[in-house]
């Protein structure tokens, strides 16, 4: 016969077990006097505690105020909006995630504050930083020389920031100096803009990185002041973070452009805010393969009308992105820190 | 709303005692006991009485920690005073008083921090099940934690006890 266990006796007292526990125990106490007598000790156990903390009452009597008092009090108190709150935590969230990030930039040049140029790597910046000018690039941590250009190389001014950062530009205008500069952005915006695929007149990125730019024809490389004229409202990009450089392709029959702008966050990694018809953003995320590049989830931008047949107009639905090596929760993040301009 | 009205009758004393065997100040305890029951207004939760305990331990363990940063003491001291209500007891009998909720809170405090909030969370009223879901415990450690607690507490109790009736004699 198995006698009831004080954990099964103590619920049992406390009335937490189902009916058919219950019975169980109380046949089981009707025929065990040492149950019993575990029974009885633990149920004086159980009312000395409750007397013991019955000492520990504040008041011997406790009155609540009136219910419509504490109503009033509610009334009277400020009303945080929804949105506010959620803007507060996104933002904690973002500065956890910019930390965390900055962190680990500042731990991996401690660690490795040389890092090897692999063949690779020069490899990999060769062809891109032909095809595409890059305007600035981000200072790295450690200043490394940077051999500074003639005047003929250097074919375009740095690109301007929207919004004034500290910064150092390093210009990129030929092949001839690019081995001094530490090349994880250019490599990163190698391998972020991967090809589009092959449409009438636009070409994948392969096979045009001796072109103009990675994308095509179709797309351009443009300054900011120019970027912003031609994209009207529709120029994405995260304040505080430096832009490395700005592509547009033209809309078609009445569309405002599509834009891409990169940028780089503050641990180097590479991150592209991609505007325009929903289509067209689409097909570039999906053009996007690597496994690890991320997409955040769309936001609405103000849409475009074109003129359709019949004298009518239609409305060309248009989003925003961001994506990059980063996690989908931080690019959500950084998305919506996204900036129209 | 008319459910939350009939809660806070019946169970505002409970709340005001829950918080005050945290943060040992009746006053406070009956403050942070009303803004509990305002943010429940606010917020009408699904399950009422479950949700006010939880959001009075959180309260409860903001004030500590607030109490902390002030550099206040809270272990209590045998010499706070404690408020009683009226008629007011005799010198003897609160002298007595003082000394069984001394010897009361001292053996609170010798138990662990999860047995702690187990028992009070029994005392105050819930059930298994809403201490389980407040405490993260299974539903069936909850009875074994409580044995264990019970057991703890009032050995600690008669321990002190002990002890002060050697210290007298």
């Known amino acids: ?341 | 709303m008319e459910d939350l009205e009939r809660l806070y009758k019946t169970h505002y004393a409970a709340v005001v005692r829950f918080l005050y065997r945290k943060i040992w100040d009746a006053d406070r305890a009956e403050d942070l006991a009303q803004e509990v029951f305002i943010r429940a207004m606010a917020h009408q939760p699904d399950k009422p009485r479950a949700w006010i305990f939880a959001v009075a331990a959180n309260l409860a363990r903001d004030e500590a920690r607030a109490a902390i940063r002030r550099r206040k003491h809270l272990v209590l001291l045998k010499d706070d005073p404690v408020p009683l209500s009226t008629p007011e007891p005799s010198a003897e009998e609160a002298v007595e008083h003082d000394e069984r909720w001394a010897q009361v809170t001292g053996a609170l405090a010798a138990l662990t921090e999860r047995d702690r909030e187990v028992l009070l969370l029994w005392d105050a009223g819930l059930s298994y099940p809403e201490i389980a879901a407040q405490t993260g415990l299974a539903v069936g450690a909850v009875g074994t934690t409580l044995a264990r607690a019970r057991k703890r507490l009032t050995e600690a109790y008669d321990r002190t006890e002990y002890q002060a009736d050697a210290a007298r004699s």
């Open chain 1, 1 to 341: 016969m198995r006698h009831v266990p004080d954990e099964e006796l103590h619920p049992y007292l406390d009335q937490a077990l189902s009916r058919s526990q219950c019975v169980e125990i109380e046949t089981h106490l009707a025929q065990c006097a040492p149950c019993r007598d575990r029974r009885d000790t633990i149920a004086a156990l159980r009312d000395r505690t409750t007397a013991l903390l019955g000492q520990l009452t504040p008041r011997n009597l406790i009155i609540p105020p009136p219910f419509e008092a504490l109503a009033e009090r509610l009334s009277r108190r400020p009303v945080t909006p929804l949105w506010q709150i959620r803007l507060k935590r996104a933002g904690l969230w973002a500065a956890g995630v910019m930390a965390a990030v900055g962190t680990g930039w500042v731990g991996r040049s401690v660690l490795d504050p040389h890092p090897d140029q692999s063949t690779a790597v020069q490899e990999g910046l060769a062809p891109l930083a032909s095809a595409v000018e890059l305007g600035s690039v981000a200072a790295p941590i450690n200043d490394l020389p940077v051999s500074a250009p003639s005047a003929d190389q250097v074919s375009t001014t740095p690109l301007p920031l929207p919004e004034a950062a500290p910064r150092q530009e390093l210009r990129l205008a030929s092949a001839a100096h690019r081995s001094t500069i530490i090349p994880a952005p250019m490599l990163q915006l190698a391998s972020a803009l991967t090809p589009m695929p092959e449409r009438s007149g636009d070409v994948a990125l392969s096979t045009r990185l001796e072109g103009s730019t990675p994308f095509g024809p179709l797309w351009q490389q443009v300054q900011w002041e120019d970027a912003l004229e031609k994209a009207g409202s529709g120029l994405p990009y995260i304040e505080g973070m430096l832009v490395i450089g700005v592509l547009l392709r033209p809309g078609e029959g009445g569309e405002r452009p599509t834009s891409l702008v990169a940028q780089q966050d503050p641990s180097g990694e590479l991150v592209l805010s991609i505007e325009g018809p929903l289509t067209k953003v689409m097909e570039i995320v999906k053009s996007q393969g690597a496994p690890e590049i991320h997409a955040s989830e769309w936001t609405r931008t103000p849409p475009d009308y074109v003129p359709a047949p019949g004298g009518t107009t239609r409305r060309i639905n248009r989003v925003l992105t961001v994506t990059g090596r980063l996690s989908a929760d931080s690019l959500n993040v950084l998305a919506r820190l996204a900036t129209i301009r």
